[in-house]
Nanobody
Framework: QVQLVESGGGLVQPGSSLRLSCAASGVGLAYYTFAWFRQAPGKEREGVAS????????YYADSVKGRFTISRDNAKNTVYLQMNNLKSEDTAVYSC????????????????????WGQGTQVTVSS
């Protein structure tokens, strides 16, 4: 099983940018599908973005399309989430997740599809 540690969260103003990082450790990380999820207080966890093993496929929630970009650096065992033009409704705990199945065999933004999870990092967007 892969271990995941997120970083990069913080308090920012609306319209700002943040880049989250997910450092992964384990065996065969290049063969893992990765995703970012978020959970706001009182709401269900929702999928934000996911990326295939070779970064050839990415999926995004409609609410973040055009603002967020997921990427991965397999050499550094790190997955990123670049978040631009942040809005107050983006406030949540953001968690990184991974699974060793191919993204084409999964529902890529569905939390139960992923077997490994990080602890999360808080993102707060407020003026």
């Amino acid at each position: 099983q892969v271990q995941l540690v997120e970083s990069g969260g913080g308090l920012v103003q609306p319209g700002s940018s943040l880049r989250l990082s997910c450092a992964a450790s384990g065996v065969g990380l290049a063969y893992y599908t990765f995703a970012w999820f978020r959970q706001a207080p009182g709401k269900e966890r929702e999928g934000v973005a996911s990326i295939s093993r070779n970064a050839g496929r990415t999926y995004y929630a409609d609410s973040v399309k055009g603002r967020f970009t997921i990427s991965r650096d397999n050499a550094k065992n790190t997955v990123y989430l670049q978040m631009n033009n942040l809005k107050s409704e983006d406030t949540a705990v953001y968690s990184c997740a991974a699974d060793d199945r191919a993204i084409t065999t999964m529902y890529p933004l569905d939390p139960p599809q992923f077997g490994s999870w990080g602890q999360g990092t808080q993102v707060t967007v407020s003026s």
